[in-house]
């Protein structure tokens, strides 16, 4: 039977991305069902509203969704559509494999990790007090009675939670994660020494989620250790998990450390749902040209193939791509030496070029 899958182009690039991955994956030979939905800056000009409850609805409905980047204006009226399908569908984990492909320029050729973000807590838990406000003021008074150290006036304050709830189930994503795909160990990471109240919550639920999975082996690192490390000795390290902040952060490390956004895959996984997206934005300079690379979308829909049960077109899939890009020809320009390398494909042919691999193979 077909997967029936939301399917949602974006803006900016998306559309052109997203639809170099339809056909990508339907080239695999697995049946889908697309549930096509807007989402973005030009549904919003268009209806008004960027994230339309028809959209939500769907992927609630079909519980799987991929789609193409969407473009949040700096200072218009409407927040990240990210930010509310990771509230609206509860996506707390923010999983993001950094894998280095023969072929794609980068220092760090021995890079295999995955990255389980947590994302719904932490500074980013959106609860902020403006500087100069009554709740601010409040704030550094009761901070004063009960701690005794005073926050200077003129202070702005962003909260950071860290549950148990929380840090347990991003903690066991992590390892069944690890479980699931013969992952050697897993990493947490975190700022315990310092935070002892919020990222001590963390370390300790990951030390007793740990004893649960004595299969696989557990460290914990200290986040600044961590980005030092990386770049040291990235092949050392296999499955991290980190609260929101920090797993923002080594996220865009680890794209860097596998040659860049063009190549970084990502899924936003939860219980009510999951969706599968790139970890670039709509890249509107660039936008509407066959121009930017698809691998990052089309790694995504690997991941979402692996989620609806299809392993072996999945590894069909990533190995048509991985085929592409080692072998250089047709790929497009920021997988070429120079950016301006005149034999680089625009993003159609490239999805091309991985159809006729997959016809092959
Ligand atoms: P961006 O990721 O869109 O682009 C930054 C640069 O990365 C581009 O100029 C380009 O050089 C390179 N790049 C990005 N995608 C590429 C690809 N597929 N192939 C080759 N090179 C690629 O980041 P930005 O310019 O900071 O953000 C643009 C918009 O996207 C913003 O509105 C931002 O809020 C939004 N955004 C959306 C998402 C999402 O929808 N998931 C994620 C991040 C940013």
Known sequence: MAHRVTFIPGDGSGPELTEAT??????????????????????????????????????KENGVGIKGPTTTP????????????RKELDLYACVRPCKSYEGVRTRFPETDLVIFRENTEDVYAGIEFEKDSEGAGELIDLIERTQGARIRDHSGISIKPISVFCSE????????????????????????????????????VARQVAAEYPDIEFADIIVDNLCNQLVSWPGEYD?????????????????????GLGVAPGANIGTHAAVFEATHGS?????????????????SGVLMLRHLGEAAAADRMEGAIASVIAEGERVTYDLKPTKDDPTAVGTSEFADAVIEVLGTA
């Open 239 to 259: 499955v991290l998990v980190l609260p929101n902040l920090y797993g923002d952060l080594i996220s865009d490390l680890g794209a860097g450390l596998i040659g």
């Open 22 to 59: 339809r056909r990508v994956l339907e080239a695999t030979g697995v049946a889908f069902d697309w549930d096509v939905h807007e989402a973005g800056l030009d549904e919003y000009e268009r209806s008004g509203s960027p994230f339309p409850e028809a959209t939500l609805n769907s992927l």
């Open 169 to 204: 189930r991003i903690v066991r994503a992590a390892f069944e994660y690890a479980r699931e795909h013969g992952r050697r160990k897993v990493h947490a990471c975190h700022k315990a020494n310092i935070m002892k109240f919020s990222d001590g919550v963390f370390l300790e």
């Open 283 to 299: 890249a509107p300079g660039l936008a509407g040209l066959n121009k930017l690379n698809p691998t990052a979308v089309m790694l």
């Open 74 to 85: 700096v200072g218009s009226g409407f927040r990240s559509i990210n930010v509310l399908l």
